[in-house]
Nanobody, 116 residues
Framework: QVQLVESGGGLVQAGGSLRLSCAASGRTFSSYAMGWFRQAPGKEREFAAAISWSGGNTYYADSVKGRFTISRDNAKNTVYLQMNSLKPEDTAVYYC?????????WGQGTQVTVSS
């Protein structure tokens, strides 16, 4: 069982930056691939970024590539999403995801609002 708690969301002006954090419970955090997804009002949840269990591989949606950076600290059971050059279209609830052992876990989400 893995529990995920996101933090770091908020209101920021276009061009600004935010760093999201996702703290995970459990002693097997380092065994899970981790990701960030987002859901804007009236839209489907979409993939934003992911990182392998070791941190050696990262993946990004085209819409965030070059602006967002995902990282993880397995000693702290935490995954991060550094978001730079934010745009109004990045406004969404951001969800942390853990995948491993055939299971899928989600956090409760954190709101990111980018004003123009």
């Amino acid at each position: 069982q893995v529990q995920l708690v996101e933090s770091g969301g908020g209101l920021v002006q276009a061009g600004g930056s935010l760093r999201l954090s996702c703290a995970a419970s459990g002693r097997t955090f380092s065994s899970y691939a981790m990701g960030w997804f987002r859901q804007a009002p009236g839209k489907e949840r979409e993939f934003a970024a992911a990182i392998s269990w070791s941190g050696g591989n990262t993946y990004y949606a085209d819409s965030v590539k070059g602006r967002f950076t995902i990282s993880r600290d397995n000693a702290k059971n935490t995954v991060y999403l550094q978001m730079n050059s934010l745009k109004p279209e990045d406004t969404a609830v951001y969800y942390c995801n853990a995948q491993g052992y055939g299971r899928d876990y989600w956090g409760q989400g954190t709101q990111v609002t980018v004003s123009s």
